[in-house]
């Protein structure tokens, strides 16, 4: 069993800048896929960032340029390093491990919300 906890969100105003962090208890598999979901009111949750134990990565194309994902294999924890923030941001972002196409864990959700 996976438990991810998330901190770092909060009030930004437009071209501001946030840090998420999510930890991990339990046992992280070097196979497993860390990322970052998002969810704004009336959407659907949708993939924000990911990354291997390796440090390949994967960007939405609405955050490239403008989100950094990184992590901490030793620490089993994932960061998502936000800038230039836009209204459009805005959103509860969950933590995500992928351990299969049909085993995912998920946080419970840290609210970004930024400003215009």
């Known amino acids: 069993q996976v438990q991810l906890v998330e901190s770092g969100g909060g009030l930004v105003q437009t071209g501001g800048s946030l840090r998420l962090s999510c930890a991990a208890s339990g046992s992280i598999f070097s196979t497993d896929v860390m990322g970052w979901y998002r969810q704004a009111p009336g959407k659907q949750r949708e993939l924000v960032a990911s990354i291997t134990s390796g440090g390949s990565t994967n960007y939405a194309d609405s955050v490239k340029g403008r989100f950094i994902i990184s992590r901490d294999n030793a620490k089993n924890t994932v960061y998502l390093q936000m800038g230039s923030l836009k209204p459009e941001d805005t959103a509860v972002y969950y933590c995500?491990?992928?351990?299969?196409?049909?085993?995912?864990?998920w946080g419970q959700g840290t609210q970004v919300t930024v400003s215009s």
């Open positions: 995500n491990v992928k351990r299969s196409a049909l085993l995912k864990y």
